[in-house]
Nanobody, 122 residues
Framework: VQLVESGGGLVQAGGSLRLSCAASGTIYSIRSMGWYRQAPGWQRELVAMITSDGNTNYADSVKGRFTVSRDNAKKTVSLQMENLKAEDTAVYYC?????????????????WGRGTQVTVSS
């Protein structure tokens, strides 16, 4: 299973960006998909996750500014980021949790993408 992110870049404070992530490979189901981020010198942290039935979980720091969405059929997850701040600058990683690769009785695995840089200039 591979996760490939796109959509990072440089934006001014107050601006918007949209990140996308596509999962590929032999995939039967993905329970949760979403985003983490890691800034230099900081631990990787949750940004937003969404389950296959649409339940979402956001970091307090992004609530009201970021929106996570998912297309189960296409195995994609997106993150719409509004009103970006300098402190949102980080490498953003796509995450897929409890992935089953062949059928309902295969083991669960978690996966990371390689990351995409988001830089917000103040």
């Amino acid at each position: 299973v591979q996760l490939v992110e796109s959509g990072g870049g440089l934006v001014q404070a107050g601006g918007s960006l949209r990140l996308s992530c596509a999962a590929s490979g032999t995939i039967y189901s993905i329970r949760s998909m979403g985003w983490y981020r890691q800034a230099p010198g900081w631990q990787r942290e949750l940004v937003a996750m969404i389950t296959s039935d649409g339940n979402t979980n956001y970091a307090d720091s992004v609530k009201g500014r970021f929106t996570v969405s998912r297309d189960n059929a296409k195995k994609t997850v997106s993150l719409q980021m509004e009103n970006l701040k300098a402190e949102d600058t980080a490498v953003y990683y796509c995450r897929a949790e409890r992935v089953q690769e062949r059928h309902a009785f295969t083991p669960f695995h978690d996966y990371w993408g390689r990351g995409t840089q988001v830089t917000v200039s103040s």
